[in-house]
């Protein structure tokens, strides 16, 4: 059983007892945590599959947060112009939450 589920505007593929690294939670957010997220897209239970318009009433996906906040790989972002002696250089690192997928709750 597994769900397509949008958590902050990304949409996951949710299957109980696995990982997810979604974007971050915010601070309100600790260890331990149980979080739900009711805006369930798709559903498939052994091949019986509903799709939501645009959501699925009444089902949502229960998940723990395992790691509140964790730091993405760096990724350098150079501009450049050639022979105009324009240069930039930026650095991004992304924030995530890790969360477990404890339940999936059909309709």
């Known amino acids: 059983m597994y769900a397509i589920v949008e958590i902050k505007g990304q949409q996951f593929k949710a299957e109980e007892g696995k990982f997810l690294y979604v974007n971050y939670l ?3 957010v600790k260890e331990g945590d149980a979080v739900s997220f009711d805006k369930v897209l798709l559903l498939d239970a ?5 799709v939501g318009v645009p959501a699925v009433e009444g089902a949502k996906v229960d998940c ?7 730091k993405g790989d ?4 150079f501009k450049k112009k050639r022979r105009k ?6 650095g991004h690192r992304q924030y995530f939450s890790k969360v477990l997928i404890k339940n999936i709750v059909k309709a």
């Open 26 to 28: 915010g601070e309100e």
């Open 46 to 50: 052994d091949g019986d599959v509903k």
């Open 64 to 70: 723990e947060v395992l790691v509140p906040l964790v």
């Open 74 to 77: 760096k990724v350098i972002v």
């Open 85 to 90: 002696g324009y240069r930039r250089k930026n």
